[in-house]
């Protein structure tokens, strides 16, 4: 049976909507409580309305809309219009704005939240791996086996085996083919309810990983969702306020920004996860680790040339440094899917001078 909330116990979730604290602790919940719909501040745990009915991924719905994060509604209220209006909602739970704190302070605290989140990641969890400190973070917490994805000759790849002979672990390569993406693509549409060549191309490479993990025995699958959000891995993050791609005037500012874009990734990647057959494990995404990387000053983001300063010296520790300084690339383009994804289209007789080619492409796939 679906349960009704998800990610919480219901009494916890209630005292935590009452007093407005957004990181409680829970880390992540959804669903209905009592007669309300909820959704915690990061969209941890997605919701999907269509009128007053809902569900917990897109595709069980016909015309779903995503139930925005941090906010709670009477499903006597939601009127049935597509997509959710916002003033059917409330929000319940904003994103906090602490003081920062020293640099050495603020990488002491990131550390010791990382070392907590290491207690709730399985011994035996499989990591969607791909060679750079995120993963590389994520797979020194448990001892199981590291999954990556690409093309051959892909930078991802590459990365992956790089970091396992430093970290001395076993990696499983699953090598795409164009055969193998064309199958993927409808599936993931199917999960996550998506055809923007975007979200696409950065679902293959985790749906598949899932695929074989699931394939392989292991019902949850470990990832690196959230680092480059809270720890400023993103360049537009680093050139804030210069940088249009976002409205911050501040790199404290920007990596808020980008934080609060969390639950629409989370409304494709959780859903997708689950669709594969495993459940997802996010270290990152405890609320202590979220909490720490919120006090965090500019020069333990950003410095110098280097990204995510103070997650790459939680990390040093217990992460090879090869590892630890690895500047990575975005997965859709590490892994050679938005560029193999393109050639197939353009094979197909979409060509770039039609509008959005390799959008029209994937929906041919689907349809």
């Known amino acids: 049976m679906t349960p009704e909330l998800r990610g919480g116990d219901p009494v916890a979730v209630e005292r935590a909507l009452r007093s407005g604290e957004s990181l409680s602790g829970i880390d992540g919940f959804a669903g209905r409580l009592d007669d309300r719909l ?27 809309s995503p139930f925005p994060a941090g906010h709670a ?6 009127d049935g219009a597509a997509p959710l209006a916002e003033a059917e909602t409330e929000r319940v739970l904003s994103l906090p704005d602490p003081e ?9 605290r990131v550390g010791s939240a990382l070392a907590e989140a290491e207690s709730d990641v399985p011994d035996d969890c499989p990591v969607a791996f791909s060679g750079g400190v995120d993963s590389g973070t994520v797979a020194a917490m448990t001892g199981g086996p590291l999954y990556a994805v690409g093309f051959p000759g892909s930078h991802d790849l590459e990365a992956a085996r790089e970091a396992v002979e430093a970290m001395d672990r ?30 696409v191309s950065i679902a293959v490479p985790l749906y598949v990983a899932a695929e074989r993990a699931a394939a392989d025995g292991h019902d949850r699958l470990a990832v690196g969702q959230g680092a480059d959000e ?7 993050v680093a050139t804030a306020p210069t940088d249009p791609r976002v409205s911050a005037g501040t790199v ?44 965090l000053p500019t020069g333990a983001l950003v410095a110098d040339d280097q990204r995510k300063v103070a997650l790459r010296a939680a990390a040093r520790p217990f992460v090879p440094a090869s590892v630890v300084e690895r500047e990575k690339k975005a997965v859709q383009y590490g892994s050679y899917v938005a560029r193999e994804l393109d050639r197939m289209a353009r094979q197909e007789g979409f060509k770039r001078r039609m509008d959005n080619h390799v959008g029209q492409y994937v929906r041919s796939l689907v349809e």
């Open 38 to 64: 909820v959704r915690d501040l990061l969209g941890r745990e997605p919701l999907f309305v269509d009128g007053d009915d809902w569900a917990f991924a897109p595709g069980e719905l016909d015309d779903p």
């Open 73 to 78: 509604a009477d499903r006597a209220t939601l």
């Open 100 to 108: 920062p704190v020293g640099r050495g302070d603020g990488v002491d």
């Open 170 to 199: 076993r990696l499983h390569v699953v090598e795409l083919t164009h055969d193998r993406l064309r199958e993927a693509v409808p599936r993931v549409v199917a999960a996550t309810g998506r055809t923007n060549p975007m979200d």
């Open 230 to 236: 809270l720890f400023g891995g993103y360049e537009k």
């Open 252 to 295: 404290r500012e920007a990596t808020r920004e980008v934080v609060r874009g969390l639950p629409d990734q989370l409304a494709r990647d959780v859903p997708l996860l689950r669709a594969a057959g495993v459940e997802p494990v996010a270290p990152f995404l405890r609320d202590k680790v979220i909490e720490a990387a919120l006090r």
